[in-house]
């Protein structure tokens, strides 16, 4: 009895821990100025200190909403390209057999790219994009966040299809299918749960960076959300209410998501756990 109440106090403690700074985000976006700071501190706005004066500025700039679009569009894009040029190359090192055990090498090699910090490569990524003209446009982005999700693309898509057994298209390819009918008609249904679970990461991580699109936009034109909540702090204050109220919006699409698509969230990142 002591046992699960103690382990019941520390899951509630852990998720209030959790939530707490969420919570604490969508109130102060409520919250008059003066009452942000007020002593002690107001919790749950309600009249007189409940306000939408935060968000209304927000989407009354077009700048802001041009934020918003900038970042369906980049995060979407990247999570299309990365999903399709990662696929293939997932398939490519957990189906075919090269020598001196390169598969598990590559494979690797292609996890270590992750591993650099973003902050080691964006100079000499400003400078390529700057040589070919591409720099403070969505399309330097969408590369940038690609290069940066490809290895986790590749890695975890290449797990899931080596818990497929290949027998499955080989049986298939004995009927006439060539290998990349196999793969669209056999594999990738079977791995769907797999994908979704890799699409949810890699939008979430393309839509939340923020050193990239910092370093490689230069105006409203190709700026991202993350940029136009910091925008808020600006030369002689922080506008704490505006920034509350534009986390708000930028954590709301990707919950949402995460929401519609939770259960294949669970089943891909199960996938293959249990053999039957």
Known sequence: MIKKIFK?????????????????????????PVDIF????IFVPLK???TFDHYSTLFGEMGF????????????????VSLIIGTLAAYSLARFKLPHNLNEHLSFW??????????????????????????NTKVSLVIAYTAFNLP?????????????????????????STRMVALWKIILPIAKSGIIA??????????NEFLFALILTQTRASATL???????????????????????ITITPVLIFAFLVQKYLVRGMSFGAVKG
Not at 10 to 15: E, G, K, N, R, W
Not at 120 to 131: E, G, H, K, S, Y
Not at 198 to 207: C, D, E, K, P
């Open 226 to 248: 993350p940029i136009g909540v910091a925008s808020r702090v600006t030369q002689y204050e922080i506008l704490w209410g505006q920034m509350s109220a534009a986390g708000v």
């Open 38 to 41: 007020a002593i002690p501190p």
């Open 152 to 176: 986790f693309v590749v890695w975890m898509m290449r797990g899931f299809f080596i818990e497929i057994p290949k027998e499955l298209e080989e049986a298939a390819m004995v009927d006439g």
């Open 8 to 32: 019941y106090t520390f899951i509630i403690s852990f998720t209030l821990i959790t939530i707490l700074p969420i919570l604490w985000l969508i109130s102060t976006s409520f919250k008059n």
């Open 65 to 80: 909403m041009k934020y918003i679009i900038n970042s369906i569009i980049i995060s979407t894009s990247t999570t299309f």
């Open 48 to 50: 007189p200190y409940l």
């Open 110 to 135: 292609v996890l270590s790219t992750r591993m650099f910090p973003p902050i080691v490569t964006i100079i000499p990524l400003f400078a390529m994009m700057q040589f070919f003209h591409l720099v």
């Open 198 to 207: 890799t699409a949810i990461f890699t939008l979430i991580m393309s839509w």
